[in-house]
């Protein structure tokens, strides 16, 4: 199995810090987003950053998460129409 981080070793130490930084911004915007736009909660990967904050999440009713999953569901028909369906139970 090759390693998928192989690509690394190649980089300059210039080139690895602008790869950390890029993973950190992607890292920090899930970490701040609120409402629908936070889809799962990842708390062992914003505890990644160095930089700790107070988490401060909204979190929608009931009926509009469920009307937010069904429209989040219903983007990946679309999106990705050809990926492999699963009936197994999710085990958060």
Known sequence: MA???GDLEALS???LLAEAKRMRR???A???MTEHELCWHHPDMWDLLPDKKPLKVTVPDWPQF???CIR???S???QLPDAPITTKEHKG
């Open 3 to 5: 390693d998928p981080d």
């Open 13 to 15: 130490v210039e080139a």
């Open 26 to 28: 992607a890292i920090r």
């Open 30 to 32: 899930h970490r701040d």
């Open 66 to 68: 469920m009307r937010g």
């Open 72 to 74: 989040y569901r219903a």
């Open 76 to 78: 990946l028909d679309k």
